[in-house]
């Protein structure tokens, strides 16, 4: 091999190695989101999303009502564009003041941010109504 196929080989392993980091990145940023809305933590879950500086988003009142009773990956974790997947979650839930069971269909789309350096959420977290 010459020396020019020889870096052309190295350059494609490097992106590879990097896309691959950071898709392992997207993988525990996935189980920490989990984490945070299966153990009610849902002003942790918040922090996940793709924040504006103007605009800052933040937990809504009366979240605090509510109870994770399960939460499960629906759906594999599938490319949506460049650095940009998506993923779906059934989440059952339950409000302490009503105490009926009730599931929603979560789609979350995930985007890394280059100057966060991280995997954001950005779409609207679903209100557990």
Same mark, same amino acid.
């Given at each position: ?41 849902? %002003? ?52 302490? %003041? ?7 269909? %979560? ?5 890394? %941010? ?16």
């Amino acid at each position: 091999m010459n020396r020019r196929g020889f870096l052309i080989v190295l350059a494609a392993g490097a992106l590879a190695a990097c896309a691959t980091a950071r898709e392992d990145e997207l993988m525990l940023t996935l189980r920490s989101y989990e984490a945070a809305v299966r153990w009610g933590m849902m %002003d942790r879950a918040y922090e996940f999303m793709k924040q504006d500086p103007e605009h800052p988003i933040e937990a809504p009142p009366g979240v605090e009502q509510v109870r994770v009773t399960g939460y499960d990956r629906v759906s594999p974790v599938v490319p949506a564009g460049e650095k940009r997947y998506t993923v779906t979650a059934q989440i059952r839930y339950v409000q302490l %003041d009503r105490q009926v069971e009730r599931m929603l269909t %979560d789609r979350q789309y995930w985007e890394w %941010d280059e100057k966060g350096k991280r995997w954001v959420r950005s779409n609207a977290i679903p209100s557990f109504q």
